[in-house]
């Protein structure tokens, strides 16, 4: 699974949802998935964090 810091628990529960056809023929358990998620409110700062750290200062 990756971790994609811009997206919401409702978003990943959507996505689970959308591809739960093709998760289920790989054997994965779809409802086991949407189980798991959870927010991570505090990812959405690293975002804001890197970008902090990448910024160039004259």
Not at 2 to 26: E, G, K, N, W
Not at 38 to 58: C, G, I
């Amino acid at each position: 699974m990756q971790f994609h810091p811009y997206f919401s628990d409702a978003v990943i529960r959507d996505y689970v949802q959308c591809f739960a056809p093709s998760l289920q023929r790989t054997g994965m358990d779809t409802d086991a998935l949407q189980q798991r998620v959870q927010a991570t409110p505090r990812a959405a700062s690293l975002l804001t964090r890197s970008a902090q750290l990448a910024e160039v200062k004259p």
